[in-house]
């Protein structure tokens, strides 16, 4: 079956853009996160929605970012006003429930380039 | 401090070698995970552990609860296991419980 999917794969903006980040989940998963990864660092988390609800979202560095999951399946990340330090890769996972024992399935992530 | 730190940062070996990659925690846990990332990004699940061992084909995990400690084995090692190995936990508390908390990685190469 499909995996977890990403798009766009790369995306370069300029400093002070509007990006939008998409994520589509395993079909029937209720849990989805969102992780941001810089080069040569571990992932780090931003938010995790259980269902349409942002469950937590104690990850999101500032309020330029933002991310929404409106029918319970594909989550949009959005970052305002893009700055240089937000170049990463985010990656997104979703899970079948959220419980602490499910498998996190990984999508390929999107590279993000602030110039 | 990082809550998990990974030893080695890099590690270097030839094929056929037994390879151990360290994963210790300061934390409560509900659970540990060991993941793969292969050049580009793709991350892949390889174990779930909340105690003792598991093996799958050349790779065995194992954790410690009471030291904190986990590792990840791999036996007879191969070319194609080149990878970054990510140790990542999960909380045991309302916050901690609902998300991943990953080490930096440790970056195997294996040459022939």
């Known amino acids: 079956g499909a995996g977890v999917s990403q798009t766009p794969s790369n995306k370069v903006t300029e400093k002070g853009k509007y990006v939008e980040l998409r994520c589509d989940p395993i079909?029937?998963?209720?849990?989805l996160y969102w992780y941001r990864q810089s080069l040569g660092q571990g992932p780090e988390f931003l938010i995790y929605?259980?269902?349409?609800?942002?469950?937590?979202d104690s990850g999101l560095p500032n309020d330029r970012f933002f991310a929404v999951r409106p029918e319970g399946s594909v989550s949009t990340l959005k970052i305002q006003r893009t700055e240089r330090g937000d170049s990463a890769v985010y990656l997104c996972?979703?899970?079948?429930?959220?419980?602490?024992?499910?498998?996190?399935?990984f999508g390929p992530g999107t590279r993000l380039t602030v110039l | 401090k990082n809550e998990v730190e990974q030893s080695p940062q890099n590690l270097t070996a030839q094929e056929g070698e037994f390879i151990t990659i360290n994963c210790s925690y300061s934390?409560?846990?509900?659970?540990l995970h060991w993941l793969q990332q292969h050049p580009g990004g793709g991350i892949v699940s390889l174990f779930m552990l909340s105690s003792g061992k598991k093996k799958h084909g050349r790779l065995i995990a194992t954790i410690n609860i009471q030291e904190k400690h986990s590792s990840l084995h791999i036996t007879a090692s191969h070319p194609r296991d080149s990878a970054v190995y990510i140790c990542?936990?999960?909380?045991?508390?309302?916050?901690?419980?609902?998300?991943?908390?990953f080490g930096t990685g440790t970056r195997l190469q294996v040459t022939l």
């Open positions: 934390v409560g846990i509900s659970a």
């Open positions: 996972a979703s899970s079948l429930r959220g419980r602490s024992t499910d498998t996190q399935y």
């Open positions: 929605f259980q269902g349409t609800g942002a469950a937590d």
């Open positions: 990542a936990v999960r909380g045991t508390y309302t916050g901690t419980a609902s998300k991943l908390t």
């Open positions: 079909s029937g998963h209720t849990a």
